[in-house]
């Protein structure tokens, strides 16, 4: 469980973006949620001097489709791809099935291909929990998936 605000980080610390083209992908599912983790994402990516039109926003219906469109979003010339998600907690096994197969999913395209994938997908027991996480009480997860994506997107660049 969350219990500092992922917001916080030293600034001092992050390369300036503005060299870097970024591509953020985000599940139309929980919408809610997941705009206020794009907001997080693409106002901090903004703040460490990436460029607007250096940040390509997709839309994919839910976060099982965030593998496919990180794919094809790596194959956009960006630096560092963002995948936001939320996936919440129901009465059925469909919450583990997706979870799993969307960290398994993130975590291969990191390992098969050249350009990172952030992991930015909130798998939360309920509502409450998400909305503490995308902007609320314990921040905004968005703010450190755009802070790895600088950072993994220096990494790619000095490697």
Known sequence: MATANLSEYDKNTIPNAKDFRFGIVV????????????K?????LIEHGALPENIVYWQV?????LIYGS????????NAVIAIG??????????????????????DLNVMRETPVIFCVLTDNN?????DRSGGKHGNK??????????????????
């Open 127 to 131: 509502m409450q929990q998400a909305i």
């Open 86 to 107: 939320s996936v919440i907690q129901g009465e059925t096994k469909h919450f583990d099935f997706v979870c799993e197969a969307v960290s398994q999913g993130i975590k």
């Open 27 to 38: 599940s139309e599912w929980n919408d809610t949620i997941t705009n206020g983790l794009f």
């Open 61 to 65: 219906p839910g976060s099982y489709e």
């Open 71 to 78: 794919k094809k979003m790596q194959e956009q010339m960006v």
């Open 40 to 44: 997080g994402a693409y106002d901090t």
């Open 142 to 159: 968005g703010v450190e998936a755009a802070v790895a994506a600088i950072k993994m997107a220096e990494l790619r660049r000095k490697a």
